[in-house]
């Protein structure tokens, strides 16, 4: 019993130290002006309710993609439509040329509903499209069944209308044929049968079956093989030639052209002379991009060349007379020149020597693509700079 007894008092007095000892440790990390439990609650309370309107919104806020991880696909419509139930079908096809039977590579398109009418100023922007392809080809997708108007638009065929097209279709891809109604095939070359490029051809009307409908292309340019083309021309009688004023009496012709009917023109333009323009700075180094026009007696801008990286550049086909010849590069005075070719002349040199222009505009010393490209095609350097430089 006394050492029962013994034992309880020493796990007594263990105790005892261990409870004194959490005390001081308490009363030592604890300052004095810490409030009690409930007066802490009391001043947190207020703070938390004016932050949660913060956090909510935060939650809200879509976070920002990863760095480097893909952005979300937008939705497709045409597939949550066919989730939802609907029966939507595809309407697939090519646009071909009636004669030739080749793929049209470039067109407008309308879709209608057959309700809708032909009025394509009426269609919604949705229901037009513009098809562009080697195979003509064209597709419109999520269409509900029943009936449709199509409408194709191409500048060098005439417009064509399509009106009732069931939805789904019995085939699988549906042919549409344009036709170029009336045209003109022009092929323009010299003496050697070489086709002769960059000629613009002029078709002026004399005589229209139709005079409200005049032909709405009359200018055209012969491309590298020499040819040119008019299409969808109204019935009429017509001259064509050549719109550089010193050839048009040398290569003019007049003819009637039916409806639908075609017909050839050849033009054979004379040799007569060659200009060969050298341009140079004052220190003899070569100059590309400079402008050269050549007019004639009548005052009409007649030929026109661009030097390129040698400073070199040829006119051909020039007749004889007395020409005035200006010549511009941005950042360069220009500079007008008297050229006289005498009949029988192959070949005439121009030499041209531009000097800087200090005056010149940074956007003159610095022409965009797209201003060089308004400057080959004729405008005025003033129109194209805004007046600047000399």
């Given at each position: 019993?006394?050492?029962?007894?013994?034992?309880?008092?020493?796990?007594?007095?263990?105790?005892?130290?261990?409870?004194?000892?959490?005390?001081?440790?308490?009363?030592?990390?604890?300052?004095?002006?810490?409030?009690?439990?409930?007066?802490?609650?009391?001043?947190?309370?207020?703070?938390?309710?004016?932050?949660?309107?913060?956090?909510?919104?935060?939650?809200?806020?879509?976070?920002?993609?990863?760095?480097?991880?893909?952005?979300?696909?937008?939705?497709?419509?045409?597939?949550?439509?066919?989730?939802?139930?609907?029966?939507?079908?595809?309407?697939?096809?090519?646009?071909?040329?009636?004669?030739?039977?080749?793929?049209?590579?470039?067109?407008?398109?309308?879709?209608?509903?057959?309700?809708?009418?032909?009025?394509?100023?009426?269609?919604?922007?949705?229901?037009?499209?513009?098809?562009?392809?080697?195979?003509?080809?064209?597709?419109?997708?999520?269409?509900?069944?029943?009936?449709?108007?199509?409408?194709?638009?191409?500048?060098?065929?005439?417009?064509?209308?399509?009106a009732n097209v069931e939805v789904p279709a019995a085939e699988e891809k549906i042919t549409l044929l344009m036709s170029?109604?009336?045209?003109?095939?022009?092929?323009?070359?010299?003496?050697?049968?070489?086709?002769?490029?960059?000629?613009?051809?002029?078709?002026?009307?004399?005589?229209?079956?139709?005079?409200?409908?005049?032909?709405?292309?009359?200018?055209?340019?012969?491309?590298d093989n020499g040819k040119a083309a008019f299409t969808c021309v109204p019935p009429g009688t017509y001259t064509l030639?050549?719109?550089?004023?010193?050839?048009?009496?040398?290569?003019?012709?007049?003819?009637?052209?039916?409806?639908?009917?075609?017909?050839?023109?050849?033009?054979?333009?004379?040799?007569?002379?060659?200009?060969?323009?050298?341009?140079?700075?004052?220190?003899?180094?070569?100059?590309?991009?400079?402008?050269?026009?050549?007019?004639?007696?009548?005052?009409?801008?007649?030929?026109?060349?661009?030097?390129?990286?040698?400073?070199?550049?040829?006119?051909?086909?020039?007749?004889?007379?007395?020409?005035?010849?200006?010549?511009?590069?941005?950042?360069?005075?220009?500079?007008?020149?008297?050229?006289?070719?005498?009949?029988?002349?192959?070949?005439?040199?121009?030499?041209?020597?531009?000097?800087?222009?200090?005056?010149?505009?940074?956007?003159?010393?610095?022409?965009?693509?797209?201003?060089?490209?308004?400057?080959?095609?004729?405008?005025?350097?003033?129109?194209?700079?805004?007046?600047?430089?000399?």
């Amino acid at each position: 019993m006394a050492v029962r007894r013994t034992a309880a008092v020493f796990v007594l007095l263990a105790a005892l130290v261990v409870a004194a000892g959490l005390m001081l440790v308490r009363d030592s990390s604890t300052p004095q002006n810490v409030p009690a439990v409930d007066d802490v609650r009391t001043e947190i309370a207020p703070v938390a309710e004016s932050v949660a309107p913060v956090i909510e919104a935060a939650a809200a806020e879509p976070l920002p993609p990863a760095k480097g991880a893909l952005a979300a696909l937008p939705p497709d419509l045409i597939a949550r439509r066919i989730a939802a139930g609907e029966e939507l079908f595809t309407l697939h096809g090519e646009v071909l040329d009636a004669v030739t039977r080749e793929p049209v590579p470039l067109f407008r398109m309308f879709c209608l509903t057959a309700e809708s009418g032909l009025d394509e100023a009426a269609a919604p922007r949705h229901t037009v499209r513009i098809f562009g392809n080697p195979l003509g080809t064209f597709t419109f997708n999520g269409l509900e069944r029943g009936r449709y108007n199509l409408l194709i638009r191409n500048e060098e065929y005439e417009p064509l209308s399509v009106a009732n097209v069931e939805v789904p279709a019995a085939e699988e891809k549906i042919t549409l044929l344009m036709s170029r109604g009336a045209w003109i095939d022009v092929t323009v070359s010299d003496f050697q049968e070489e086709g002769v490029s960059d000629l613009e051809v002029r078709l002026d009307p004399v005589s229209l079956d139709d005079p409200a409908n005049p032909p709405q292309v009359r200018l055209r340019r012969t491309d590298d093989n020499g040819k040119a083309a008019f299409t969808c021309v109204p019935p009429g009688t017509y001259t064509l030639s050549l719109a550089n004023s010193a050839l048009a009496e040398q290569a003019r012709q007049q003819f009637y052209l039916g409806p639908g009917a075609s017909h050839a023109v050849s033009i054979c333009v004379p040799a007569l002379t060659s200009v060969l323009v050298s341009a140079k700075d004052a220190e003899g180094n070569a100059l590309n991009l400079v402008q050269v026009r050549m007019w004639g007696a009548d005052g009409r801008g007649i030929f026109r060349a661009e030097t390129g990286t040698d400073g070199r550049a040829r006119m051909e086909h020039v007749p004889s007379g007395e020409y005035t010849v200006k010549t511009y590069k941005p950042g360069f005075w220009r500079k007008n020149l008297k050229l006289t070719v005498i009949d029988g002349q192959e070949e005439v040199p121009l030499d041209i020597v531009l000097v800087g222009d200090p005056r010149a505009t940074e956007a003159e010393q610095n022409p965009t693509p797209e201003q060089l490209e308004r400057l080959k095609a004729g405008e005025r350097p003033a129109d194209v700079f805004g007046g600047g430089g000399g």
